[in-house]
């Protein structure tokens, strides 16, 4: 069409000389974009959810240390002593327990609870009957978690339990067992008896404590509080 250049930008021909024209190349220039920012309260809530997801996978293994190291029970901080190593439930081969009634109970059932044990004989002299009082006011002492933990007597001979020490049983364990089986598991102090002591056994079966003789009410019931606060967390109330 006249007056009208219908050639494509960067060809053509040259006026002067009516020769075609060199292509121009075509020029792409790339600027810079700008880089996002973010607003100050946006940028400050992220990294307050991300420390907050880190706590969250970091709180077992704080909580693990935090236990072991401040509410553990250590020898020597405490009243009671440690049994290092702890010493497992033997099975009933090795520690064979009878009910009153003379049947057959197998060590695994006693399994799942904190076990308060004393050792005596069944007609259960006056420091059999201190520590069976003792025993029985500490568990009660222990408010709601005394559901957590059981009393157990454990006769080392074949006596016979005197009648009137059954009321002051009830809700107790009261098996008998062979003086040398408990020998063999529990431990007493030198220079005295295993009926000296109050011995404590974990809810995995585990004779980890033992209690000084003569026995102090206020320093067990500490340490009793201490275990089972340490414990909270896998130890359910019950069996």
Not at 16 to 37: D, I, K, Y
Not at 176 to 199: V, Y
Not at 220 to 226: F, R, S, V
Request: charge should be positive; aromatic fraction near 6%.
């Amino acid at each position: 069409m006249s007056g009208s250049n219908s050639s494509s930008p960067g060809y053509g021909s040259d006026a002067r000389t009516g020769e075609a024209a060199t292509p121009e190349p075509l020029n792409f220039a790339v600027h810079s974009l700008p880089s996002p920012v973010l607003p100050r309260a946006q940028a400050r809530h992220g990294r307050l959810k991300m420390l907050l997801v880190l706590l969250v996978c970091a709180a077992p293994v704080i909580a693990s240390y935090v236990t072991y190291y401040l509410i553990r029970p250590q020898g020597g901080t405490n009243h009671g002593v440690l049994i290092q190593p702890q010493q497992p439930f033997p099975d009933l081969g090795a520690l064979p327990l009878t009910d009153l009634q003379g049947a057959s109970v197998a060590p695994a059932a006693l399994k799942g609870q904190w076990l308060l044990v004393t050792v005596a004989g069944g007609a259960c002299d006056a420091l059999c009957e201190r520590q069976l009082y003792l025993q029985r006011q500490l568990r009660e002492a222990l408010g709601k978690n005394r559901s957590r933990v059981d009393r157990v007597w454990l006769i080392d001979d074949k006596a016979a339990v005197r009648p009137e020490l059954l009321p002051a049983l009830q809700g107790a364990l009261v098996l008998r067992a062979p003086r040398e089986a408990l020998a063999g598991w529990l431990q007493a102090a030198p220079g005295q008896s295993l009926a000296a002591h109050f011995h404590v056994v974990d809810p995995l079966g585990n004779y980890m404590m033992r209690f000084p003789a003569p026995s102090d009410a206020s320093a067990i019931k500490h340490d009793l509080e201490k275990l089972l606060r340490a414990s909270a967390n896998w130890d359910p109330a019950g069996r």
